[in-house]
């Protein structure tokens, strides 16, 4: 049977023909079905602009959904990633402010800070990344805060202890962070959520009259295993401990390595998980070193310096490695 296409129809099409966006295919595509003659002579055509209307729909979603970036992705750095977790006004952005070179807004006001900001934290020889975040209350959770926090390495949670609400937003942080699994006390490996020791608190605002007694009660009643340090961004209280303390928590370690009958290069350490081995470390360095290394010798945890040891010889932080090929 004749198709008996009207010029409506081929006026359509060549928009369609025309087009170079997926928008304007679309259009076009949608004005061909709505004018088509509709009778048996027309049906496998009207099929196949179908066909072809839902495939570029399809495209066109899968697009938007991949190029609309999660802000609360931020991109790791440094030797571990930790996201900061608190109730407005807690000195989030204060602690990034004096740790990093970031300049985050700081004011007395609450919700100042919508998006997280990262900034790099010097520590010895390593850079460790902090980001700040939007807080939390106990009414309001931002969107994108849980994925933030689950792919962190480490947590910071922030407690105003000048405040005498410091147990409630305590209580909230850590509820929140059970309750999404983000801490899993029980757990044994990253994949089923963090342990509690990835995980630290700060009691801010130490300098404050109201902070020592706050701190004291916050001690007492703090879930078993969570570590405090009281810290005060205005005078610098508690932010070197703070510092080492959080090396501790991101579980990494920093292995230098030397060419045989050289001196160690003791300028960039490589960073590896706590527990690697030195065929990880051999992996990390190239990937055709595990095949090829032969002798390997390790100053610093070693029983004695420049033991050899084997390739499953567990590395300590501050060991030197020499690799033989
Ligand atoms: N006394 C005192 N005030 C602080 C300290 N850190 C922050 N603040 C103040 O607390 C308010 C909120 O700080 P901000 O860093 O913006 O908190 P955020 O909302 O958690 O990011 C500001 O007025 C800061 O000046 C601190 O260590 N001591
Ligand atoms: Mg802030």
């Known amino acids: 049977m004749p198709a008996n296409l009207t010029p409506q129809y081929y006026k359509a099409e060549e928009i369609f023909k025309k087009s170079a966006s997926a928008e304007e295919k679309i259009a076009a595509l949608e004005e061909m079905l709505a004018v088509i003659p509709k009778h048996k002579g027309t049906e496998k055509i009207q099929a196949d602009l179908k066909k072809r209307l839902s495939k570029l729909r399809e495209d066109s979603q899968k ?122 006390k029980a757990a044994t490996d990253c994949e089923h959520g963090k342990q509690a020791d990835q995980c630290l608190m700060l009691a801010t605002k130490a300098d404050d009259a109201n902070s020592s007694e706050n701190i004291n009660i916050l001690r ?34 920093r292995v230098y390595t030397k060419v045989p009958g050289k ?15 030195v065929l990880d470390l051999a992996s990390t360095i190239h990937r055709d070193l ?19 040891v084997n390739r499953d010889y567990i590395l300590n932080d501050r060991d030197i490695v020499e690799i033989n090929q």
């Open 63 to 184: 697009k938007t959904k991949a190029s609309r970036k999660d802000p609360f992705a931020v991109k790791k750095q440094g030797a571990g990633q930790v996201v900061l977790l608190g109730f407005p006004n807690t000195g989030k952005s204060s602690l990034l402010s004096v740790m990093t070179k970031a300049r985050p807004k700081i004011s007395g006001y609450p919700f100042t800070t919508t998006l997280p900001l990262a900034g790099m934290m010097v520590y010895q020889d390593v850079m460790i990344q902090l980001v700040d975040t939007p807080p939390i209350t106990e009414e309001f959770v931002p969107e994108g805060l849980t994925g933030a926090l689950r792919n962190a390495d480490a947590i910071l949670i922030l407690v105003d202890a000048s405040s005498d609400s410091c147990l409630e937003q305590l209580q909230t942080c850590y509820n929140y962070l059970e309750s999404k699994n983000i801490i899993n």
């Open 220 to 253: 007492e009643l703090a879930p078993q295993g969570l570590e405090i340090i009281p810290v005060s961004a205005e005078n610098g209280f508690g932010l070197e401990p703070m510092r080492e303390k959080i090396y501790e928590i991101i579980k990494v370690i």
């Open 263 to 277: 001196a160690p290069d003791m300028k960039k350490p490589f960073i590896l998980r706590r527990g690697s081995t």
């Open 290 to 308: 595990p095949r090829l290394m032969k002798n390997v010798r390790i100053w610093g945890s070693a029983r004695y310096e420049g033991q050899s």
